[in-house]
């Protein structure tokens, strides 16, 4: 990154940048290629001199109308005397004759050198990148808790392991934002069970993202961070038809969900909050069984959000699948993960909260 950067200095571009450019009849060359050359040139150099000259020009011609009251500069019932009247178009005229030949014959041909250089680019990647990486810093440094860059493992399938993580945008300079722990070495499915409110979207949008931050070379809100780099990061989130799609709630997140299968591997991260809504229980059980059987057998790190105890269950019993639930105490969020299936949903505290009635009793 910094050879780009310093090996622009070297280049021919950087000498036509810096100056003097000679305009000669093999076209523009600097300073450097004009050295064993005798061939007459006349030297660009873009100032304001020529249009300061043009306006003091103007500015004189104005004055003596002023100063000096003979016939010649006689001011006409117009405003104008006989000298402005021969001077001004002809200052007026030479501004766009000077402006046209420093355009074409010197502005318009160096852009296009500039426009077609490879080491103008390599110098503009360079400084990409450099900016790139300080902004990494700079979001560390300004994080306000703590962050840490993170260990690439090679394995032959994803693994992820976090210590105290944060959601990079939700815990920023939020001290009181918790942290959690969360690993996938072994297991190739985790289900996070929990009721409403209680964290289970934003915890595993915290692990998508730590992935995310991680692969381009970013500092990572965790105390500990170790991980493989994913082929591909899926998160299904629940998505309402469209009128035109002819297939209900149902059938689009079934398409959705057969898309991500087919693109995943087993070094892919797929997240999936909520599926196989807008149908009945039974139906939802046995498409959801068939689907993460699907993602099971492909060997990919699978993370469930769902409300669907029983469907937990299933997996449980299998021996396939990680347990995980959203901690309440005192029926309220302390927004812990911690092992195990929730079985309650708290929906009327979240009726509560949202200050909906109870009870609705209609007037006629």
Same mark, same amino acid.
């Given at each position: ?6 090996? *622009? ?13 000679? !305009? ?13 050359? *005798? ?76 426009? !077609? ?24 440094? !300004? ?137 009945? *229980? ?83």
């Amino acid at each position: 990154m910094f050879d780009k950067i310093g090996n *622009f200095a070297q280049s021919n571009e950087y000498s036509l940048m810096v100056g003097p450019v000679y !305009n000669s009849e093999k076209g523009l060359q600097s300073k450097e290629q004009r050295k064993n050359s *005798f061939a007459p040139a006349t030297i660009f150099r873009p100032t304001l001199f020529k249009p300061l000259l043009i306006a003091l020009l103007v500015a004189a011609v104005w004055g003596l109308t002023r100063i000096f009251p003979s016939d010649m500069f006689q001011v006409t019932r117009d405003g104008l005397s006989v000298a402005s009247v021969f001077f001004l178009p002809l200052a007026l005229a030479y501004i766009p004759v000077i402006g046209g030949y420093d355009r074409d014959n010197c502005i318009i041909p160096l852009r296009d050198i500039y426009k !077609n250089s490879t080491a103008l680019g390599e110098l503009l990647d360079g400084l990409g990148q450099l900016d790139e990486l300080l902004a990494f810093v700079k979001y560390a440094e !300004n994080y306000g808790s703590e962050t840490v860059l993170p260990e690439l493992l090679d394995a032959d399938h994803h693994y992820i392991e976090l210590r105290d993580a944060k959601n990079p945008v939700l815990g920023h300079k939020n001290p009181s934002y918790v942290g959690n722990d969360f690993s996938m070495g072994a297991e190739r499915l985790v289900c996070v069970t929990g009721p409403n409110s209680g964290g289970k979207t934003a915890f595993c949008k915290t692990v998508t993202q730590i992935q995310l931050l991680a692969q381009i070379g970013c500092y990572v809100p965790a105390r500990t961070a170790k991980l493989t780099v994913a082929d591909r990061i899926f998160y299904q989130a629940p998505e309402i038809s469209h009128l035109d799609d002819g297939e209900g709630r149902f059938g689009t997140e079934l398409k959705r969900t057969r898309d991500i299968f087919l693109a995943a591997s087993s070094n892919s991260l797929v997240v999936l909050d909520e599926m196989a809504e807008g149908t009945t *229980f039974e139906e939802k059980m046995q498409s959801s069984i068939d689907v993460l059987d699907g993602f099971y057998r492909k060997g990919n790190s699978t993370i469930l959000i769902t409300h669907n105890h029983q469907l937990v269950d299933v997996f449980v019993n299998r021996r396939v699948a990680t347990p995980k639930q959203v901690e309440f105490a005192d029926d309220m969020p302390t927004f812990k993960l911690i092992d195990g299936i929730s079985r309650v949903s708290h929906a009327d505290r979240v009726a509560r909260k949202s200050a909906f009635p109870n009870k609705i009793s209609i007037t006629i």
